[in-house]
């Protein structure tokens, strides 16, 4: 407002106006505002918003006295506009700006312009962003490629002021179109009332509204829209019968449609039908020395088959018998008894019915050199006019077309080819006499010839020489009556007899002297001792170059004349001495054979050892019962021998053979193959889990001891081969299982939790399609998250993964080249919660090999070779004691050096001892500490098939081996061991002969 005062009305000592206003004209004035002292004679006043009435001004000195005041002006300031309405912010229609529209307000003062004001949520904060004059305003300061949602409010302004705010509304820029989808299939015959099509979602780009689906008649046909769905599948129910179409797919939003993706072919079936037959049926040609192995793939069309049935014939053209049942390639056949040529056809099924069959083909088990033979013997002078050398064959194996035959001068010298034979023996007729010829002998087929067994010694005799002792001497025992009659056979080898001399004696051993003689042509003897008199019997035979040894001796006597009985006489021995290997739970028993002749015999004694050549200890005796029950106390294998007593004294120990009590063994599992490297643990309430793998469904599954009985499920099969190896573990909070295992469809690295209802699945490390994952080993930290231990095959490193929640860490151990890592690895935590792990290593090429260990320091991992002395570190399993030293059993696969070691950090460094020596050592080792914190031991003795164990015994200072069970014919290293809460020792293992997964208790 613009006020002319008087000059007449200035102080001389003017210090300000007082701005005064008032509802009429002639009323009271009140200050509203203050301007400066100045004697210009026009100036502004700023009045406040909406005052209105009569105005005046007075002139004010230094002392606040008013002067004379101003004309009186009467005045109205205009309110500020009201708010625009109708806000409205576009919503993706550009690329490029988010364009904000509203209409003026209706009513009040014309607005000057407006402010526009943008906030990043609804109920955020708004600040100013821009002016306009008019609507619309485009904001264009949203960087491009943000798609982001925005909130907008407007507000009119005019020189009075700014009008409330209006809206708010969301706007945002408009993406690009999206990216074509990936990974188009149609189904070929899985469905009777249409073809399914189905893609993946692109992977990268704005997210599609929608996907639109095209059709062709052919595959380089016009494709011509037929439906749009909002995802992945979409059913195409307006197709014939099996007439195949081509399918594309695009994605779309509002701002436009992808490329096509595609195409593929697919067509409906005709209602229930069986499949068609498989496809590229192969069989292998001497691929397998065991096994002959069958590929096929799936049909090109048709259903998809619930199985395969499996048919073999002697020829191609000869009658196929179905032999097996699969449900996907490949399968194995382990039936063929030999190395011929089988044929075989292959068809599909479901519930629908049988395809044709697929082939035939023909394939064979691979050839392999024989086995050498063994007890390899050559004769000693038994022949005049040669050395007849003899051996046996080993046992199962390839097939032996013949046998080589070496000769050296020495033992140790060259062995030179001298002859073959088709079987044993093998005569060597170009020898001198009595000079000493070593000999070795080999097994040779179309596949070529084994190691050499012997070597061992023989020799000619010189010319003419004396008689062999006769064979099987007897003598008669009572029948008959009035004679003894004295038989035998004639020797085999050595000089022709011209008779055959017959001693007698009272005594077993000694105190002989000849009663009679026969020639040659004879072969008994009749003698008349007194009746019930017990005479010894011995037979020679003679020539011109001498007299044999004696061949016997056996007693006899006669008894026509009646008489006192014979005087006691020393039995003879039992035969075929038995003892039970494993049999029963809580004694070994021991059977045997009477002997043949039971005169003299009252009973039998029973001697037992801990070692097949060591003392033998006295344990019981039998009246005559021909069995005994040994109740050891532990589950070592004992050696047995019995012997015959009565008057006459003991016979000779027969035996030795070895037999054990058995561990407490169950079956968890036995549907289908399962129970493949099982991992044993046990949750906080003391019951036991065991987490392994099913063959016949290539899944991970889980079985729970509920106190009476096993639950068990399978946890993941969502991959065709999902599950091997897996690694156990259980919070200690609340008991939940948590198992680290591999995925070898897709070479990943997978974790299962369970989340008190439900299997949580997630891949660890899918590493870009590296092969990952495999050998992982589980265990928890302080904060009860799960570390995972494991092998990354493509790059031959030892890996580290620890949850951190959210996220997984991941790290590479060790992959110093040109070493090899990782394999049969074993996490642990120690006593400070440090990750420690041991793990075995090899250079490229043969050697040398290690075992290894990793200890995180607090920043870094610290690695050591522990033991490479020959081919060592296999099969390693790491445990903690109670002073936080490591300790780390492993396997010795060096020739000739077969064994079990376990190795102990001290302060001093690492103390390794080989605890059991076995001729082949299996390729798992499960390590525990029992309460006083001694180390047991689990592993798998491949030479004899069985599940053993080992424990320190602290009381005696010694190793205490033991049987667990049987592995059966077919190997099953795997083995898991733990003991439960009452201090117990429990084993989980696979019996690969039942194909079950199996519980052994130490009770």
């Known amino acids: 407002m613009d006020i002319t005062p008087l000059a007449a009305h200035f102080f001389s000592d003017l210090a300000r106006y007082s701005i005064q206003t008032s509802p009429s004209q002639t009323g009271t004035f009140t200050e509203i505002a203050v301007a400066e002292g100045s004697r210009r004679l026009r100036f502004s006043v700023p009045l406040p918003e909406g005052a209105s009435g009569f105005v005046r001004v007075v002139p004010m000195d230094g002392t606040e006295n008013p002067g004379i005041p101003s004309n009186v002006v009467a005045v109205t300031v205009p309110p500020p506009p009201n708010p625009p309405a109708n806000v409205e912010a576009s919503d993706g229609l550009y690329p490029d700006k988010v364009e904000v529209t509203w209409d003026a307000p209706s009513g009040g003062p014309t607005p000057e312009g407006y402010h526009i004001y943008r906030a990043e949520s609804e109920d955020g904060s708004y600040a100013l962003i821009g002016d306009s004059p008019a609507s619309p305003y485009d904001d264009e300061s949203i960087p491009l490629g943000d798609y982001s949602h925005y909130w907008y409010k407007v507000s009119a302004f005019n020189a009075s002021g700014e009008s409330e705010l209006a809206g708010p509304d969301e706007g945002w820029n408009a993406p690009p179109p999206p990216n074509a989808p990936s990974n188009v299939e149609a189904t070929d015959g899985a469905y009777a009332g249409k073809i399914q099509v189905s893609w993946d979602a692109p992977a990268e780009g704005p997210s599609p509204d929608g996907y639109r689906v095209y059709r062709a008649d052919s595959e380089g046909g016009t494709y011509t829209e037929i439906d749009t769905s909002t995802a992945s599948p979409y059913d195409d129910t307006t197709v014939p019968d099996f007439a195949t179409y081509w399918y594309k797919v695009s994605a779309y939003n509002v701002s436009g449609e992808s490329e096509l993706a595609g195409p593929d072919s697919g067509y409906r079936a005709a209602g229930p039908q069986p499949p068609d037959p498989p496809t590229n049926l192969d069989a292998t040609d001497g691929v397998f020395p065991d096994k002959i192995q069958l590929t096929w793939d799936p049909p090109g069309a048709g259903p998809v088959p619930d199985g395969h049935n499996i048919y073999r014939s002697d020829s191609e053209d000869g009658t196929y018998i179905q032999i097996d049942t699969c449900s996907t390639s490949p399968y194995d ?39 050498p033979p063994e007890n390899v013997e050559a004769s000693d002078g038994t022949f005049g006019d040669r050395i007849q050398i003899t051996w046996q064959s080993l046992g199962p194996g390839p097939p032996t077309d013949g046998f080589n035959i070496y000769r050296s001068d020495t033992e140790t010298g060259t062995y030179a080819l001298i002859g073959s034979s088709p079987t044993s023996p093998y005569d060597d007729t170009t020898v001198p006499d009595f000079a000493t010829y070593w000999y070795k002998v080999s097994a040779y087929n179309a596949a070529g010839e084994s190691e050499q067994a012997g070597p061992n010694s023989g020799y000619k005799g010189g010319g003419p020489q004396p008689p062999n002792p006769p064979e099987n001497v007897e003598a008669s025992k009572g029948s008959p009556v009035d004679r003894v009659q004295v038989t035998w056979d004639p020797p085999t080898g050595g000089g022709e007899p011209d008779s055959y001399h017959i001693y007698r004696s009272l005594l077993r051993d000694e105190g002989y002297s000849e009663v009679g003689s026969v020639s040659a042509s004879e072969t008994q003897y009749e003698d008349f001792p007194p009746d019930f008199k017990l005479y010894w019997y011995q037979v020679t035979a003679k020539n011109a170059q001498g007299e044999s040894d004696p061949g016997g001796p056996d007693f006899g006597y006669k008894r026509s004349g009646g008489g006192p009985p014979p005087p006691p ?54 009246d005559g019962a021909t069995s005994y029950d040994d109740y050891v106390s532990d589950y070592r294998m004992y050696w047995y021998k019995v012997c015959s007593y009565g008057g006459g004294g003991t016979s000779d120990k027969a035996g030795p053979d070895s037999g054990w009590r058995s561990w407490t063994i169950t079956t968890v599992d036995s549907d289908g193959d399962v129970g493949d490297t099982p991992s044993l643990a046990y949750d906080c309430f003391g019951d036991a889990g065991i987490a392994y793998y099913d063959w016949s469904h290539g899944a991970l599954k889980y079985a729970h001891w509920n106190g009476s009985d096993w639950d068990i499920e399978t946890v993941d099969n969502t991959a065709e081969w999902v599950g091997s190896e897996p690694s156990l573990a259980y919070d200690a909070d609340n008991g939940y299982p948590i198992i680290a295992y591999f995925d070898s469809s897709n070479e990943d690295l997978k974790c299962a939790w369970w989340n008190g209802t439900d299997w949580d699945l997630e891949i660890v490390d899918g590493d870009g399609g590296a092969d990952v994952g495999q050998d992982a080993s589980i265990a928890l930290d302080e904060n009860q998250y799960p570390a995972i231990s494991y092998l990354d095959t493509d790059n031959f490193a030892l890996k580290f993964a620890r949850w951190t929640d959210p ?25 400070s919660w440090n990750p420690a792990i041991s793990y075995y290593a090899w250079f490229t090429g043969t050697g040398p090999y290690a075992l290894k260990y990793a200890h995180w320091n607090g920043s870094d991992w610290d690695t050591e070779k522990v033991d490479q002395d020959g081919v060592v570190g296999y099969a390693s399993s790491l445990e903690f004691d109670a002073d936080g030293y490591a300790v780390i059993s492993y396997g010795d696969y060096t020739a000739g050096n077969n064994g079990l070691k376990l190795a102990r950090w001290s302060p001093g460094g690492w103390n390794i001892q080989t605890i059991v020596n076995v001729d082949e050592m299996g390729y798992c080792t499960s390590l525990a500490l029992d309460g006083s914190g001694n180390p047991a031991i689990a592993f798998f003795d491949r030479s004899s098939h069985l599940f053993k164990y080992v424990c320190w015994d602290s009381a005696e200072g010694e190793w205490i081996l033991e049987i667990v069970g049987d592995g059966g014919t077919e190997y099953a290293d795997y083995v898991s061991l733990a003991f439960d809460s009452s201090g117990v020792a429990t084993i989980a293992y696979y019996n690969k002969t039942t194909k079950d997964l199996m519980f052994a208790v130490r009770q």
């Open 333 to 371: 056949d382990m039936s063929v008894p030999d190395y011929e040529t089988y044929w075989y056809k292959v068809t599909a099924y479901n519930v629908d019915g049988e395809s044709e069959s697929a082939g035939p083909v023909s394939g064979y088990r691979r050839l392999d050199p024989p086995n």
């Open 569 to 622: 006489v020393k039995p003879n021995p039992p035969s075929n001495v038995q003892a039970s290997d494993g049999t029963y739970t809580d004694r070994i028993e021991i059977t045997w054979d009477p002997p043949g002749d039971t005169f003299g015999l009252d009973g039998y004694m029973i001697w037992r050892s801990t070692e097949e050549t060591g003392y033998y200890s006295y344990i019981g005796f039998t």
């Open 807 to 831: 996220d997984w860490e991941i790290e590479t151990v060790d992959d110093a080249d040109p070493e090899r890592f990782g394999w049969t690895n074993d996490l642990e935590f120690d006593s």
